[in-house]
């Protein structure tokens, strides 16, 4: 929703929602676009050093790998990716094909915070000014678990499975010639699978705040996740015992702080009803004078009306003794009649007779 937008979401119809989501749409898109020139732009950073970098004997984790190998066994055990490999291109515009798609998702990665930041504006006013408070660093902690599950499935997942796929043989008779395309899918996909992934904590936050899940059904189910976990690690890591284990562990240190944040939002809640209880005219409502909580308030404080005096018959008034006892004739071309006797007449005056 716009901040132009004045009525609430409750007020406004389907259209007009589309109406208020155009705008972030089109900024969200024209930020995409520009990312996504600079990408393409930077190829020879992008695709020389950072994609083609998890296969480098001189990659972070390699070397960090064969100095712990060295140090604790005295030999190359630890040592991966030790000598670089080769790629080819086995389609004409596979090249031209292949820069494009790692523009676009560099792009995407580099926009989420910004992304973000459009989604949250476009819900902010259908929030309370409580609940604005409390969303106010949605973006800072979703963009910290994105880019952290992130950085997670590049320097740890990635080397580990180029190492693995890249050594193991089905047959010495066969030669690997390796797609140029495959191996930039495996580093893209087992990334952003991470980043997915390391998402857990937040799930589980809103879906408490929700009244989906609770802390008691987390930790019934602990053995349960353990298996999940372990399955999910299996999928997106390479069949070694050794990343498997390496895998799970920080996956599972996702499930208990998740079981963390869970039981510290069921606490603040619970204290939060104990204060509206104990303080029932403090809620997110707004008072003004249209609401009905404040109408039937302005009635309670109004004094009561007086009664209206009773009237009683009262003698009436005495004419003054210079008005005159002659009625006044108006100016028209009628005559007045009056039917007033003479008081001096009592007995004379015939009662039939008129002045005309």
């Not at 972030?24 to 994609?51: E, S, T």
């Not at 509206?276 to 009635?299: F, R, W």
Request: proline content about 7%; hydrophobic content about 45%; some cysteine.
């Amino acid at each position: 929703m716009s901040e132009k937008t004045k009525k609430s979401s409750d007020e406004m119809t389907f259209f007009e929602h589309i109406d208020a989501l155009r705008p972030h749409l089109v900024r969200g898109v024209m930020a995409l676009l520009v990312m996504m020139v600079v990408a393409f732009l930077a190829k020879k950073f992008i695709i020389d050093w950072v994609l083609m970098g998890p296969q480098s004997p001189d990659f972070p984790t390699n070397r960090f790998l064969c100095y712990m190998s060295h140090l604790l066994m005295n030999d190359d055990t630890l040592c991966i990716n030790q000598v670089k490999f080769n790629m080819v291109n086995t389609a004409l515009s596979g090249q031209f094909n292949l820069h494009m798609q790692v523009a676009m998702v560099a792009a995407v990665v580099v926009a989420v915070p910004y992304l973000l930041w459009e989604l949250w504006r476009f819900v902010l006013p259908a929030l309370t000014p409580r609940e604005r408070h409390k969303s106010r660093m949605f973006v800072f902690y979703v963009s910290l678990c994105f880019f952290t599950g992130l950085l997670f499935g590049y320097y740890i997942i990635t080397p580990l499975s180029i190492s693995f796929f890249v050594t193991y043989q089905a047959s010495a008779e066969i030669t690997n010639m390796i797609d140029v395309k495959s191996y930039l899918s495996t580093v893209l996909h087992v990334s952003l699978a991470c980043a997915i992934v390391f998402q857990l904590p937040l799930l589980v936050y809103f879906l408490t705040k929700m009244g989906l899940i609770t802390t008691s059904f987390l930790k019934r189910y602990r053995r349960h996740a353990i298996v999940l976990l372990t399955i999910l690690s299996a999928i997106i890591t390479p069949p070694d015992l050794f990343s498997l284990v390496l895998v799970v562990i920080p996956l599972y240190a996702l499930y208990e702080l998740s079981i963390y944040l869970a039981s510290k939002v069921e606490r603040k809640m619970a204290k939060e009803e104990e204060e509206e209880q104990n303080n029932p005219s403090d809620n997110d409502t707004p008072q003004g004078p249209d609401t009905p909580d404040a109408a039937v308030a302005a009635v309670a404080q109004e004094e009561p009306i007086p009664a209206a005096p009773i009237e009683t018959a009262s003698a009436p008034t005495e004419t003054p003794a210079n008005a005159s006892s002659e009625p006044q004739k108006p100016d028209d071309d009628y005559q007045y009649i009056s039917f007033e006797e003479d008081p001096t007449d009592d007995e004379e005056d015939d009662p039939d007779a008129i002045y005309r």
